[in-house]
């Protein structure tokens, strides 16, 4: 659970303060991939999918 808390501060941290758009577009991404992951039941097949389809698995 602590990885996950690090995460949302990282990606909270990226989207709201650093000056490169691409950036702050990728933190926000990150930041709703992980809400998603932790609200909803389907949640990690989502991430999983998502992750696979920005590259990132």
């Known amino acids: 659970m602590g990885a996950v808390i690090v995460i949302i501060l990282c990606a909270a941290y ?31 097949a989502a991430l999983l999918l998502k992750l696979h389809q920005a590259g990132m698995l």
Do not use: S
Not at 15 to 28: K, P, S
């Open 14 to 44: 990226v989207a709201l303060f650093v000056a490169n758009e691409r950036q702050r577009r990728d933190g926000y991404r990150v930041l709703a991939l992980v809400f998603g992951a932790v609200t909803g039941g389907t949640g990690l």
